[in-house]
């Protein structure tokens, strides 16, 4: 098989775009971009019925047009392999001049051209086969340009190339039980780094990001156990017995080159030798931050104590994708009340359910009227009357993923009423409940998904306008509002309370994040693990390599390693709340938390029912109700198998099944 064959079907094979909320950088929602893969399966491409073959896999001859001849390689610096042990394994160090690697697979490389994407790469090219380029002292490297487009896509754009592995059966096969890592030399364009393993089945591999390093060589040592996936798609432990390929993508809006040679597999012996980067200091609980009363005379606080506290949130449902039957229904309701929960969010997009968005969005002159899909009502409907059979309140969560509330389209008044308009009939068809504990929370985490771009005055006009169109029609139901930048406590202590005096004001807290988000793919905090809840000495380590700590980690992270010995502490965590209790105070209004959680994937059960009960007790000495992200999937679970997890109840100071019970 030569190059352009192999291109070609890489080319074919196509990545979805999978959302999950993280709800702040934060992360209770997952938020990744799509990658793609080079997969040395076959696949099928995502919209189409056909299957495409990839590497390997035998193909007939046809030109394609996804290189180019015309590549010019860039000038660059010399190159000095570095030289390991002889356990170790030059993959390839292309001075062979062909495209194949050591053991005889193939490189390939694909765009996103066939899933409506405009991105373009070029290679060096011997007739119609990749070959390797030569730098400045004739040094063979593998050389690939390229410009990212998204044309049509609607998840980032992307280039890739990568080599396959051979299978286990095979002769050459590798024995990955002594290889600890990879190793290889780049210049060029920030990109990921990724094994591939065949039981990974949505392209959610895993990988780690290396920086860009456009003048000198960067030798680069990747530890197999620092990778984690991207974070879109589903779980899977990595398995080395299960590698079909070694690859490198480029996402996102990219235009250059990246070079790279020596790509070797280091034995275990090979890896450098873990660096004492970190101390063992002994707790520093911050001091207290001052709040003196907590009495909130507002009617509104004794509505909130009650039907606001100890909640939960069904999560990646209703917020991603369009109804197309019950995922959750009476039962989960029935399994959370009985189990002592007095509350349940419903994070559901409302707008997916506007059937002429589109139309209605194009019309400025807003003379378009909205068309709403019975089929949100039948879903509201179905869980308010399964909340109250079952002893909870519902809280209506405005909950989007798609940006259609974008630090763009907040500024204008054609979306804003469309946000207004759609509430007034969500309040309208609630109206004459005569149930008090049904609530309206405006949207959740403004700007999400534009990374918190959304300004404070643009959120507050929308949430003027959609308070005002919901109060044209009820004036009885509690409404719940967040503020910018993933409900942040500090956006919020600076705003003063809109003049409706029937409305309850929301922050989220997941601190401290090295301990809640540890595992959590779509955070930078992927590779990291085995934090515990408290701080302590006896658990903690000089060596960040024991947490997972990866040596590419982003400062503010790495600050979170160095100062633990403070963050992971109960009055850390508090006086992260004070400000906004002090505020709710001082305004007299009042405040919840719907959205604490513990991501489960890479700490013990344990330190999670330490933080819980670190959160109720906090709760319940600042008179704050709390909602828990998460009910039975997506990492942030709270039962297993159709009952609590061991300790749950307790930590969260749950009652009895009977004592929940209608």
């Not at 050389?143 to 980032?156: P, Q």
């Not at 590698?243 to 235009?255: D, L």
């Not at 009820?474 to 919020?492: E, R």
Request: proline share 5%.
């Amino acid at each position: 098989m030569n190059f352009t064959k192999a291109a070609l079907s890489m080319a074919l094979v196509a990545a979805f775009a999978a959302c999950s909320d993280d709800s702040s950088s934060k992360g209770a929602d997952p938020i990744p971009g799509g990658d793609v893969p080079g997969d040395s399966t076959v696949v099928p491409v995502p919209g189409d019925s056909t299957v495409t073959p990839v590497p390997g896999d035998s193909i007939a001859d046809t030109t394609a047009n996804v290189v180019d001849t015309g590549f010019v390689m860039p000038v660059v610096p010399a190159l000095t392999p570095t030289t390991y042990s002889e356990k170790s394994f030059v993959l390839d160090n292309f001075e062979d001049g062909d495209n194949q690697s050591m053991l005889n697979t193939w490189w390939y490389a694909y765009d996103d051209t066939d899933n409506g994407g405009a991105s373009v790469f070029s290679t060096p090219l011997c007739e119609d086969e990749l070959c390797p380029g030569a730098d400045a002292t004739g040094n063979k490297v593998f050389a690939i340009k390229f410009t990212t487009n998204k044309g049509e896509l609607t998840y980032d754009p992307y280039v890739g190339w990568g080599v396959t592995m051979p299978k286990a059966k095979d002769s050459t096969a590798i024995d990955w039980s002594h290889i600890g890592g990879i190793a290889y030399d780049y210049i060029g364009a920030k990109h990921n780094f990724q094994i591939e393993t065949s039981d990974v089945k949505d392209y959610d591999y895993h990988l780690s990001t290396q920086k860009a390093s456009a003048a000198t060589w960067v030798h680069v040592v990747v530890r197999i156990d620092e990778l984690a996936q991207g974070g879109w798609g589903e779980f899977v432990d990595f398995n080395k017995n299960n590698i079909s390929a070694i690859s490198f993508q480029v996402k996102g809006k990219a235009n250059g080159f990246v070079l790279f040679d020596n790509i070797t597999l280091l034995d275990t012996a090979d890896l450098p030798a873990p660096v004492a980067d970190l101390t063992i200091n002994p707790p520093a609980e911050p001091a207290l931050d001052t709040i003196g009363s907590i009495e909130i005379s507002n009617p509104l606080q004794a509505k909130a104590m009650k039907y606001l506290d100890k909640g939960l949130n069904i999560t990646n449902w209703l917020e991603q994708n369009r109804f197309t039957g019950f995922e959750f229904d009476e039962s989960d309701v029935q399994l959370m009340g009985t189990s002592g929960f007095k509350s349940l969010r419903l994070p559901i997009d409302l707008d997916q359910y506007v059937d002429n968005k589109k139309e209605y969005l194009a019309d400025t002159t807003l003379a378009t009227p909205i068309a709403i899909n019975d089929t949100l009502y039948m879903i509201l409907d179905s869980f308010a009357n399964w909340t109250a059979k079952y002893g909870m309140s519902l809280d209506i969560d405005y909950h989007e993923y798609d940006n259609t509330y974008s630090n763009i389209s907040a500024k204008t008044l054609v979306q804003r009423t469309m946000m207004a308009e759609l509430w007034k009939a969500v309040a309208a068809h609630f109206a004459t409940s005569e149930r008090e504990d049904i609530f309206y929370e405006l949207l959740n985490e403004p700007g999400m998904n534009c990374n918190g771009k959304i300004g404070q005055a643009d959120w507050t006009a929308t949430a003027q306008q959609i308070i005002d169109s919901i109060r044209t029609v009820d004036k009885n139901h509690t409404i719940l509002f967040g503020d910018v930048q993933w409900y942040d406590a500090d956006k919020l202590i600076k705003r003063t309370p809109f003049t409706d005096n029937n409305i309850i004001y929301v922050i989220h807290n997941y601190e401290p994040m090295i301990f809640t988000h540890q595992g959590a793919s779509w955070t930078d905090f992927a590779a990291v693990k085995n934090i515990p809840f408290p701080y302590d000495t006896a658990t903690w380590s000089v060596y960040s390599v024991d947490f997972g700590k990866p040596g590419n980690l982003v400062s503010w992270a790495k600050t979170q390693f160095n100062t633990y010995n403070k963050l992971g502490t109960k009055n850390y965590i508090m006086n992260s709340i004070i400000p906004a209790k002090r505020w709710a105070v001082t305004n007299n209004v009042p405040l919840i938390i719907n959205e604490f959680g513990s991501y489960k994937l890479k700490t013990d059960l344990q330190s999670r029912l330490n933080y819980y009960n670190t959160l109720r007790e906090i709760s319940e000495e600042l008179q704050i109700p709390l909602t828990h992200w998460g009910y039975d999937d997506g990492g942030f679970d709270l039962f297993a198998d159709g009952k609590l997890i061991d300790g749950i109840a307790e930590a969260l100071g749950l009652g009895t099944a009977a004592e929940a019970a209608p």
